[in-house]
């Protein structure tokens, strides 16, 4: 919004004003300067991981996904010419709680916990595009109230987009109707910023929800709680060959494997993880597509 402020008056002896600029050029010109302008990893013990390793990883250049206009925190709302992001879909063969997919299809699924810096959740989405891969990020919402404009990013570069709780709280451990504000409060974050509630609910702080949570998760509308089979334990901080590592040492045919924005290993290990992945025939792709 451009606030326009009408000057005061001028003196009677002031010389005449310049002419002022008609008002589109006023506007052009205001939003042209306005225009100028993820941290804990899921333990599955419940513990709280370390904070994040800063990087000095760029930004996200801004003119191949324009930022949407940042609203209210808590208030976000779609950009109005971006269609609906994708809403959750029963896989009929798959159980309440997925863990992988199909063992038959060289395909995997890379998930990514959402939260941490921007910059180093946009470095790990444009490496994965470049190299012709897709993931799955299941964002936490209070990230989403930071930074509501990567909602529209990770959509526009073909990702599944999710739910990973409010506050990324230990969500096994809540009492009913606080586990069940955690997950509408992420879901009414997405629906605001993209038109849906996300593809997908990952419970926080847990590999695993429990019976009561899978309950709630459904109850919001995701008919299947988003597990994994292979932990990087990037949040651990080991170092970018140790990510890569543990992941090729363990993935194969319909794996889901479980990342963290927020930890500058992670973008380190990226290019090499892909490349391992390709070498032995196996495609990242979204968790619908693995499922599909």
Same mark, same amino acid.
């Given at each position: 919004?451009?606030?326009?402020?009408?000057?005061?008056?001028?003196? *009677?002896? =002031?010389?005449?004003?310049?002419?002022?600029? %008609?008002?589109?050029?006023?506007?052009?010109?205001?939003?042209?300067?306005?225009?100028?302008?993820?941290?804990?990893?899921?333990?599955?013990?419940?513990?709280?991981?370390?904070?994040?390793?800063?990087?000095?990883?760029?930004?996200?250049?801004?003119? =191949?996904?324009?930022?949407?206009?940042?609203?209210?925190?808590?208030?976000?709302?779609?950009?109005?010419?971006?269609?609906?992001?994708?809403?959750?879909?029963?896989?009929?063969?798959?159980?309440?709680?997925?863990?992988?997919?199909?063992?038959?299809?060289?395909?995997?699924?890379?998930?990514?916990?959402?939260?941490?810096?921007?910059?180093?959740?946009? @470095?790990?989405?444009?490496?994965?595009?470049?190299?012709?891969?897709?993931?799955?990020?299941?964002?936490?919402?209070?990230?989403?109230d930071e930074h509501p404009d990567i909602a529209r990013r990770i959509l526009d570069g073909g990702h599944d987009l999710g739910n990973h709780t409010l506050h990324h709280l230990d969500i096994n451990s809540m009492p009913e109707a606080d586990a069940d504000a955690e997950i509408?409060?992420?879901?009414?974050? !997405?629906?605001?910023?993209?038109? =849906?509630?996300?593809?997908?609910?990952?419970?926080?702080?847990?590999?695993?929800?429990? *019976?009561?949570?899978? #309950?709630?998760? #459904?109850?919001?509308?995701?008919?299947?709680?988003? @597990?994994?089979?292979? %932990? =990087?334990?990037?949040?651990?901080?080991?170092?970018?060959?140790?990510? &890569? #590592?543990?992941?090729?040492?363990?993935? #194969?045919?319909?794996?889901?494997?479980?990342?963290?924005?927020?930890?500058?290993?992670?973008? &380190?290990?990226?290019?090499?993880?892909?490349?391992? !992945?390709?070498?032995?025939?196996?495609?990242?792709?979204?968790?619908?597509? !693995?499922?599909?």
């Amino acid at each position: 919004m451009v606030r326009v402020t009408t000057p005061p008056a001028h003196p *009677p002896q =002031s010389p005449p004003a310049p002419p002022a600029p %008609d008002r589109r050029t006023a506007l052009r010109s205001g939003a042209a300067l306005a225009a100028g302008t993820l941290t804990a990893g899921c333990s599955t013990a419940g513990a709280a991981a370390p904070p994040p390793t800063p990087t000095s990883t760029s930004p996200r250049p801004a003119d =191949s996904h324009p930022a949407t206009p940042t609203p209210t925190p808590g208030h976000g709302t779609a950009t109005p010419t971006a269609p609906a992001a994708p809403t959750p879909r029963t896989f009929p063969s798959q159980p309440a709680e997925i863990t992988h997919g199909p063992r038959t299809r060289p395909q995997v699924a890379l998930t990514f916990h959402g939260q941490g810096d921007p910059a180093i959740a946009a @470095s790990v989405l444009g490496e994965a595009e470049k190299a012709g891969a897709r993931v799955t990020v299941l964002a936490v919402g209070t990230w989403l109230d930071e930074h509501p404009d990567i909602a529209r990013r990770i959509l526009d570069g073909g990702h599944d987009l999710g739910n990973h709780t409010l506050h990324h709280l230990d969500i096994n451990s809540m009492p009913e109707a606080d586990a069940d504000a955690e997950i509408r409060g992420c879901a009414d974050r !997405l629906k605001r910023l993209t038109g =849906s509630i996300g593809t997908w609910f990952r419970p926080s702080r847990t590999a695993r929800a429990s *019976p009561e949570v899978a #309950r709630l998760a #459904r109850r919001a509308g995701y008919p299947h709680v988003l @597990s994994y089979d292979v %932990d =990087s334990l990037d949040y651990t901080s080991p170092g970018a060959p140790a990510v &890569t #590592r543990k992941v090729i040492g363990e993935v #194969r045919n319909g794996s889901v494997v479980s990342l963290h924005f927020g930890y500058a290993d992670t973008v &380190t290990a990226l290019p090499s993880l892909l490349h391992e !992945l390709d070498r032995r025939g196996l495609r990242a792709v979204t968790t619908t597509e !693995l499922l599909s």
